[in-house]
């Protein structure tokens, strides 16, 4: 099996996996707020990268260094991901993978200022195209502005700091390191936020086996889209990612009787088609 095709198939367990924790996100989302699905998430997660780093004797690589870069990446991580489980309920579910798929245009904007990366010409194009998208996307004048909307284009926001700043510890810090702290970081923000009110809800039988879901689920994604980059660029990787649109949109249709909006696709095409620029002039002048 040659490394592309394997990396096609590390992209379709990705693509199943941030489906599969969209729909659980939204399933449980009317028993429990965005801080409690947080909480559970990390609390799970916790106990899995404490399993898989027993298993692996990675135990050793967890260190106290730059435990102020990992509270900022972290934050960052966890105000878009509740953002996003926040535009879950609120947006039909094309719409946010769309606006999702701006965070590499927010990671080209924001890098210069802080990573001392250079702004290039063609990078500076790819974001315009990237902006005309999510003004397709979102129509601003056709109807008011929703709370979802704005949720699902911040979380990008959220998610651009959070991959910088992860860029910055791959640098110093393992995986398993960065793991670790991701999930216990987060299950102590999680916490705070969710007990501010005196009212935690605890897990039910309902709810219960989707929180397994999401908890399994955004860490076997993220495990499957790191492979997949390590076996085949990124101009290769991309499209593929690309398919979680369609395939949340079919099944929110299914589901949840959400219309096909063609704009949504028509702008998405166009965040896409930035994104793809930017990383394929990327690779020619690295070539």
Same mark, same amino acid.
């Given at each position: 099996m040659t490394p592309t095709l394997r990396?096609?198939?590390?992209?379709?367990?990705?693509?199943?996996?941030?489906?599969?924790?969209?729909?659980?996100?939204?399933?449980?989302?009317?028993?429990?707020?965005?801080f409690e699905i947080m909480t559970y998430r990390s609390l799970l997660g916790i106990a899995i990268v404490g399993c898989v780093a027993y298993a692996a004797g990675?135990?050793?690589?967890?260190?106290?260094?730059?435990?102020?870069?990992?509270?900022?990446?972290?934050?960052s991580h966890f105000t878009g991901q509740n953002l996003w489980f926040f535009a879950l309920t609120m947006i039909p579910l094309a719409q946010v993978f769309a606006l999702e798929f701006t965070t590499p245009i927010w990671v080209l904007l924001l890098s210069p200022l802080l990573l001392g990366e250079r702004m290039t010409?063609?990078?500076? $194009?790819?974001?315009?195209?990237?902006f005309v998208g999510v003004l397709i996307v979102t129509r601003p004048g056709s109807a008011p502005i929703s709370a979802g909307l704005i949720a699902g284009a911040l979380c990008a926001i959220g998610f651009a700091f959070s991959a910088i700043f992860t860029r910055k510890l791959t640098r110093t810090q393992t995986i398993t390191c960065i793991?670790?702290?991701?999930?216990?970081?987060q299950a102590v923000f999680g916490l705070i936020c969710a007990g501010f009110d005196g009212d935690i809800a605890l897990p039910t039988a309902a709810t219960l086996p989707w929180l397994i879901v999401i908890g399994c689920a955004g860490l076997f994604g993220h495990f499957c889209l790191t492979s997949a980059l390590a076996l085949a660029p990124a101009s290769i990787v991309m499209p593929i990612d690309f398919a979680r649109l369609p395939s949340v949109a079919i099944l929110g249709a299914l589901i949840y009787q959400e219309p096909l909006d063609p704009y949504v696709f028509l702008g998405a095409?166009? $965040?896409?088609?930035?994104?793809?620029?930017?990383?394929?002039?990327?690779q020619t002048r690295r070539s």
């Amino acid at each position: 099996m040659t490394p592309t095709l394997r990396a096609c198939l590390w992209m379709i367990g990705a693509i199943f996996s941030f489906t599969s924790m969209a729909i659980a996100g939204r399933q449980v989302s009317f028993a429990l707020d965005t801080f409690e699905i947080m909480t559970y998430r990390s609390l799970l997660g916790i106990a899995i990268v404490g399993c898989v780093a027993y298993a692996a004797g990675t135990w050793r690589q967890i260190n106290t260094q730059q435990l102020g870069l990992h509270a900022l990446r972290n934050l960052s991580h966890f105000t878009g991901q509740n953002l996003w489980f926040f535009a879950l309920t609120m947006i039909p579910l094309a719409q946010v993978f769309a606006l999702e798929f701006t965070t590499p245009i927010w990671v080209l904007l924001l890098s210069p200022l802080l990573l001392g990366e250079r702004m290039t010409r063609t990078g500076l $194009i790819a974001a315009l195209i990237g902006f005309v998208g999510v003004l397709i996307v979102t129509r601003p004048g056709s109807a008011p502005i929703s709370a979802g909307l704005i949720a699902g284009a911040l979380c990008a926001i959220g998610f651009a700091f959070s991959a910088i700043f992860t860029r910055k510890l791959t640098r110093t810090q393992t995986i398993t390191c960065i793991l670790f702290y991701l999930t216990v970081m987060q299950a102590v923000f999680g916490l705070i936020c969710a007990g501010f009110d005196g009212d935690i809800a605890l897990p039910t039988a309902a709810t219960l086996p989707w929180l397994i879901v999401i908890g399994c689920a955004g860490l076997f994604g993220h495990f499957c889209l790191t492979s997949a980059l390590a076996l085949a660029p990124a101009s290769i990787v991309m499209p593929i990612d690309f398919a979680r649109l369609p395939s949340v949109a079919i099944l929110g249709a299914l589901i949840y009787q959400e219309p096909l909006d063609p704009y949504v696709f028509l702008g998405a095409a166009l $965040i896409f088609g930035g994104n793809y620029l930017n990383i394929a002039k990327g690779q020619t002048r690295r070539s």
